[in-house]
C-alpha cells in the first residue's frame, strides 16, 4: 500500500511522490498540524483548497481528549474529521517529555500526569502503537524519547532506550494498510547519531524520522545533523524532519535531503499576529499598517491576500475578531504550502540552488543551500 518514488533530484534534494492508502504525497511536502483533529481555525475544506496533501494529528492529546477508542467507534481520524487525505500520528512522546517535572520515564515506558486535570497515565511503545492504529492516520511514528540535544552523556542513555522502543513498535505494530516510521535520535553528536541511523536502519521501517531537531540547538548545529542524517539513512524511502516549519529551515532541509516537514508554526504565529512574507516576517498588529491598503504579502493568491488589505486584517486583530486569526492562519499555512511546491518544481527543473539562493537573500534567512 505504500511506496516511496523518487522522481528527480538535484543534488541532495529529492521531488518524489509518496504513495498512501488515502492518495498520492508530492514531495517536499509541509504537513500543517492538526494537534486536536483539527488545523487550528481552518476547515478541512479550506486546507484542499490551499493545496494540503497530508496533515498531522497527536497521539497524546487525542488520546486524553476525545479518547482514540471513541475514535476509533467513530471511524478512525479520516471519518470522524472528514478529512480524506493522508494523516500522519506522532506518538506523543515529545509532548509527554516535554512535561518535564509531571512525568517519570523509566525503560519500559513513561507515567505521566495529564495537563489539564492531573491525573495520572502510563504511555508505553505498545500503549502508543495502540492508540495511533485506532486513530487510524496512514503514517503513525514509533514512541521515541526526546532528550535534551546537548547532553551527551544523556543521550547515550536515552537513544539505547529509543532503538529499545522502536524493536516492541514494531512487534506491536499489526496494521498493514498504516505505515510505521523509525525515528533517529542523538542530540547534537555525530556518534550518536549515525549509530541511531544504523539501529533504526535495521529494523527496516517504511520511512525514518529525525527527531530531536529544532528543541533549543542553534541553527549550525541543526543543519549539520541532518546532513549527517542525509548520508546515513538510505536514499530510497523517505526522511521525515520533525517540528520544522520556518521558511529557511524548509529550504535548507530540502537542500539536505529531508522529504517531509511539519510544525505549529503557520497557526501559532498566526494567533499572534505574525504573517510570513516574501520578504520576511511581518507583526500585523503594528501601527504601520492601520492604512495600509496593500494584501499581506503583495503577490500572494490566498484567499486573505486576493481580497482584504493588511489595514482590515489589522483592525480584526485589533478587535479580536475571530475572523482576523481565520485570514492570518489562511495566509501563514498557503504560504508555506506554495513555498514547498515552488520548491518541487524548483528540483524538477534543476534549478533548485538557485532558487533557494534567491529565496533565501530576499528573505533575509540565515543558513546556505548544501
Given at each position: 500500500?505504500?511506496?516511496?518514488?523518487?522522481?528527480?533530484?538535484?543534488?541532495?534534494?529529492?521531488a518524489a511522490v509518496f504513495h498512501t492508502p488515502h492518495g498520492d504525497v508530492l514531495t517536499p511536502v509541509f504537513m500543517p498540524v492538526g494537534t486536536q483533529?483539527?488545523?487550528?481555525?481552518?476547515?478541512?475544506?479550506?486546507?484542499?483548497?490551499?493545496?494540503?496533501?497530508?496533515?498531522?494529528?497527536n497521539t497524546y492529546h487525542l488520546y486524553l481528549r476525545p479518547g482514540d477508542e471513541l475514535v476509533a467507534r467513530r471511524g478512525g481520524l479520516h471519518q470522524?474529521?472528514?478529512?480524506?487525505?493522508?494523516?500522519?500520528?506522532?506518538?506523543?512522546?515529545?509532548?509527554?517529555?516535554?512535561?518535564?517535572?509531571?512525568?517519570?520515564?523509566?525503560?519500559?515506558?513513561?507515567?505521566?500526569?495529564?495537563?489539564?486535570?492531573?491525573?495520572?497515565?502510563?504511555?508505553?511503545?505498545?500503549?502508543?502503537?495502540?492508540?495511533?492504529?485506532?486513530?487510524?492516520?496512514?503514517?503513525?511514528?514509533?514512541?521515541?524519547?526526546?532528550?535534551?540535544?546537548?547532553?551527551?552523556?544523556?543521550?547515550?542513555?536515552?537513544?539505547?532506550?529509543?532503538?529499545?522502543?522502536?524493536?516492541?513498535?514494531?512487534?506491536?505494530?499489526?496494521?498493514?494498510?498504516?505505515?510505521?516510521?523509525?525515528?533517529?535520535?542523538?542530540?547534537?553528536?555525530?556518534?550518536?547519531?549515525?549509530?541511531?541511523?544504523?539501529?533504526?536502519?535495521?529494523?527496516?521501517?517504511?520511512?525514518?524520522?529525525?527527531?530531536?531537531?529544532?528543541?533549543?540547538?542553534?541553527?549550525?548545529?541543526?543543519?549539520?545533523?541532518?546532513?549527517?542524517?542525509?548520508?546515513?539513512?538510505?536514499?530510497?524511502?523517505?526522511?521525515?524532519?520533525?517540528?520544522?516549519?520556518?521558511?529557511?529551515?524548509?529550504?535548507?532541509?530540502?537542500?539536505?535531503?529531508?522529504?517531509?516537514?511539519?510544525?505549529?508554526?503557520?497557526?501559532?504565529?498566526?494567533?499572534?499576529?505574525?504573517?510570513?512574507?516574501?520578504?520576511?516576517?511581518?507583526?500585523?498588529?503594528?501601527?504601520?499598517?492601520?492604512?495600509?491598503?496593500?494584501?499581506?504579502?503583495?503577490?500572494?493568491?490566498?484567499?486573505?491576500?486576493?481580497?482584504?488589505?493588511?489595514?482590515?486584517?489589522?483592525?480584526?486583530?485589533?478587535?479580536?475578531?475571530?475572523?482576523?486569526?481565520?485570514?492570518?492562519?489562511?495566509?501563514?499555512?498557503?504560504?508555506?504550502?506554495?513555498?514547498?511546491?515552488?520548491?518541487?518544481?524548483?528540483?524538477?527543473?534543476?534549478?533548485?540552488?538557485?532558487?533557494?539562493?534567491?529565496?533565501?537573500?530576499?528573505?533575509?534567512?540565515?543558513?546556505?543551500?548544501?
Amino acid at each position: 500500500m505504500f511506496s516511496f518514488d523518487i522522481h528527480h533530484t538535484e543534488r541532495r534534494s529529492r521531488a518524489a511522490v509518496f504513495h498512501t492508502p488515502h492518495g498520492d504525497v508530492l514531495t517536499p511536502v509541509f504537513m500543517p498540524v492538526g494537534t486536536q483533529a483539527t488545523v487550528k481555525a481552518i476547515a478541512p475544506r479550506d486546507l484542499t483548497e490551499l493545496g494540503a496533501t497530508m496533515i498531522l494529528g497527536n497521539t497524546y492529546h487525542l488520546y486524553l481528549r476525545p479518547g482514540d477508542e471513541l475514535v476509533a467507534r467513530r471511524g478512525g481520524l479520516h471519518q470522524f474529521m472528514r478529512w480524506n487525505n493522508p494523516i500522519l500520528t506522532d506518538s506523543g512522546g515529545f509532548q509527554v517529555f516535554s512535561l518535564s517535572e509531571m512525568r517519570k520515564i523509566d525503560d519500559q515506558g513513561v507515567t505521566f500526569k495529564s495537563h489539564l486535570d492531573g491525573s495520572m497515565h502510563r504511555l508505553t511503545p505498545e500503549k502508543s502503537i495502540k492508540i495511533q492504529e485506532n486513530l487510524g492516520a496512514d503514517v503513525i511514528m514509533c514512541f521515541d524519547e526526546c532528550p535534551p540535544p546537548t547532553d551527551h552523556e544523556y543521550n547515550v542513555i536515552s537513544m539505547a532506550r529509543t532503538h529499545a522502543w522502536a524493536e516492541r513498535c514494531k512487534a506491536a505494530h499489526t496494521r498493514t494498510d498504516q505505515a510505521l516510521f523509525g525515528i533517529v535520535q542523538g542530540g547534537v553528536f555525530r556518534d550518536l547519531r549515525e549509530e541511531s541511523a544504523r539501529a533504526i536502519n535495521a529494523l527496516d521501517f517504511l520511512g525514518h524520522g529525525i527527531g530531536g531537531l529544532a528543541v533549543g540547538e542553534s541553527k549550525e548545529a541543526m543543519l549539520a545533523t541532518i546532513e549527517w542524517m542525509d548520508a546515513s539513512l538510505p536514499e530510497h524511502k523517505p526522511r521525515y524532519l520533525m517540528g520544522v516549519g520556518e521558511p529557511t529551515d524548509l529550504i535548507n532541509g530540502v537542500a539536505r535531503g529531508m522529504d517531509m516537514f511539519d510544525c505549529v508554526l503557520p497557526t501559532r504565529l498566526a494567533r499572534h499576529g505574525a504573517a510570513f512574507t516574501h520578504t520576511g516576517r511581518i507583526n500585523m498588529r503594528n501601527k504601520a499598517f492601520e492604512e495600509d491598503d496593500q494584501p499581506i504579502d503583495p503577490g500572494c493568491a490566498c484567499y486573505a491576500c486576493t481580497t482584504f488589505t493588511r489595514a482590515y486584517i489589522r483592525h480584526l486583530l485589533h478587535v479580536e475578531e475571530i475572523l482576523g486569526l481565520y485570514l492570518m492562519s489562511l495566509h501563514n499555512v498557503h504560504f508555506l504550502i506554495q513555498l514547498m511546491g515552488e520548491i518541487r518544481q524548483a528540483i524538477l527543473a534543476d534549478r533548485f540552488e538557485t532558487f533557494a539562493t534567491g529565496w533565501l537573500a530576499r528573505y533575509g534567512g540565515t543558513g546556505t543551500t548544501a
